[in-house]
């Protein structure tokens, strides 16, 4: 075991969800101006203040990172593994999208170089954006979920990936059917599942592409593997959830067809549910499964505005993950998210006028948002025991925020309460985060550390 190391700087992260705190949002952050965050054999051992975290270790290596704020590394609850390439082509909506250039991409990932070629580039794209966890999805092809895999193992990434099954509305040679979708997962499991950072998701595309064959072969796997995760698509297009109900007769609503195969429930993840009725929200509620909110997605291919201020209800809470969703949304970065989500959030806001307090929970402030990318994220797909925040026993993953970063940043610094010090009140630090999250993109990540160690250092451009 390699001797325990120091962090020394400014750090912010979360003890509980903002939502939670109306009014006194800032009760659900921890902020320390100057921190000390101590890393033994890749966990937190230790975190505080300097002052009193110093004096518990007196013999110790310390890096010092000056001038930036540290968050726990963000985790992306939806995002395409194959989509890189296809980052900027032209939108139309989605199941044309996916005819025109989705399908025709992923084939190439039938091939293991070109697999492993894009996955070195996914993984450089996610820790350049602050991204240290991620939910994907790959392809039809085991090899493409091999590859995934191999890299985030070589990066200590931690990863929920799983083989994607497709069965019906895609391109023959794409399909595969129930039975090697099975033989397949079952191998994919036994090889990855809770292999090191590795975590393994049951991945029925989305129900308008699954027969009842498959969606069976799906509850099976479930049966058989309780402890791996469920990753799928749900109401996200309107078209799309009009023609659902006839691939699958006899289910009064989407959600009701992932029911029926026994998916929901706690590690379950449905990605956008924008046309999900209030039952619905309800009944995720009750099973403990998660949405994943993906707005820039969401805006490119104009699916429609979810429902952000129904889904955080007290009183029928859902859990949730904010996701990139590459390559229908056009950029890695989970800031990029955070804008997109700001402004999705005002204009629910305002048609809400007659409902108030929804209305109000629509808002993105620079606690919620963070939350959400963080702490919150982690708790929408159940790692929050493993990332998240900075509690000791945790893995050590974070990133390093410079509020200099890209041309327009000191336009908005220079109206801040903040000098040349940094922050020095929690308020000040939110302050300069939703800057960051409304005016930053990837040149405000400066480094990004996995496991205590750093993967990502921007380059500095002369």
Same mark, same amino acid.
């Given at each position: 075991m390699a001797p325990p190391v120091g962090i020394r700087g400014t750090f912010f992260d979360f003890v509980d969800d903002p939502w939670k705190h109306v009014g006194h949002e800032h009760e659900a952050a921890r902020f320390h101006p100057d921190g000390?965050?101590?890393?033994?054999? *890749?966990?937190?051992?230790?975190? *505080?203040?300097?002052?009193?975290?110093?004096?518990? !270790?007196?013999?110790l290596e310390v890096t010092q990172i000056p001038d930036r704020l540290i968050l726990p590394g963000f985790v992306d609850g939806h995002i395409h593994f194959p989509q890189?390439?296809? %980052? *900027?082509?032209?939108?139309?909506?989605?199941l044309p999208w996916l005819q025109r250039w989705v399908f025709p991409e992923e084939l190439k990932y039938q091939d293991r170089d070109y697999a492993r070629d894009a996955a070195r580039r996914f993984f450089d794209n996610l820790l350049a954006s602050g991204t240290t966890t991620c939910q994907a999805f790959t392809t039809s092809a085991p090899?493409?979920?091999?590859?995934l895999f191999d890299e985030a193992t070589r990066r200590n990434m931690r990863l929920i990936a799983g083989l994607t099954g497709i069965d019906r509305l895609a391109p023959a040679e794409y399909m595969r059917s129930a039975d090697s979708f099975y033989a397949d997962s079952k191998r994919l499991i036994a090889r990855y599942h809770r292999q090191g950072r590795n975590l393994y998701a049951i991945t029925p595309r989305y129900a308008l592409g699954a027969?009842?064959?498959? %969606?069976?072969?799906?509850? &099976?796997l479930k049966q058989e593997h309780p402890d791996c995760w469920v990753n799928t698509h749900i109401s996200e297009d309107r078209a799309e959830t009009r023609?659902?109900?006839?691939? !699958?007769?006899?289910c009064a609503d989407y959600l009701a067809i992932y029911e029926k195969y026994g998916l929901t429930g706690p590690r379950f993840t449905g990605g956008h549910g924008i046309w999900l009725s209030d039952d619905e929200f309800e009944r995720l509620s009750a099973s403990g499964s998660a949405i994943s909110f993906c707005p820039c997605s969401n805006l490119f291919l104009g699916s429609g505005f979810f429902r952000l201020g129904r889904a955080t209800d007290p009183r029928s809470r859902? &859990? %949730?993950?904010?996701?990139?969703d590459v390559g229908a949304g056009n950029r890695f970065s989970l800031l990029g998210v955070l804008d997109q989500a700001y402004k999705v959030g005002m204009c629910n806001a305002a048609s809400l006028e007659d409902r108030p307090e929804e209305a109000e929970r629509n808002k993105v402030s620079p606690y919620r948002g963070f939350w959400s990318i963080t702490l919150g994220g982690a708790e929408g797909l159940y790692i929050d025991p493993l990332v998240g925040n900075f509690a000791p026993g945790k893995e050590a993953d974070f990133v390093v925020l410079d509020w200099n970063g890209g041309p327009l940043a000191q336009s908005w610094r220079q109206s801040l309460t903040v000098d040349a010090a940094g922050p020095q009140t929690i308020d000040q630090a939110a302050d300069l985060l939703f800057g960051i999250m409304m005016v930053g993109d990837d040149r405000a990540v400066d480094e990004t550390w996995v496991m205590g160690r750093r993967l990502y250092k921007k380059r500095v451009e002369i």
């Open positions: 000390l965050l101590i890393v033994e054999d *890749g966990k937190i051992a230790d975190f *505080g203040s300097y002052d009193d975290v110093s004096k518990r !270790h007196r013999a890189t390439r296809i %980052l *900027g082509a032209f939108g139309e909506q989605l090899v493409a979920t091999e590859e027969t009842e064959a498959l %969606l069976a072969a799906c509850r &099976r023609e659902v109900y006839a691939a !699958h007769p006899g859902v &859990r %949730l993950s904010w996701g990139t």
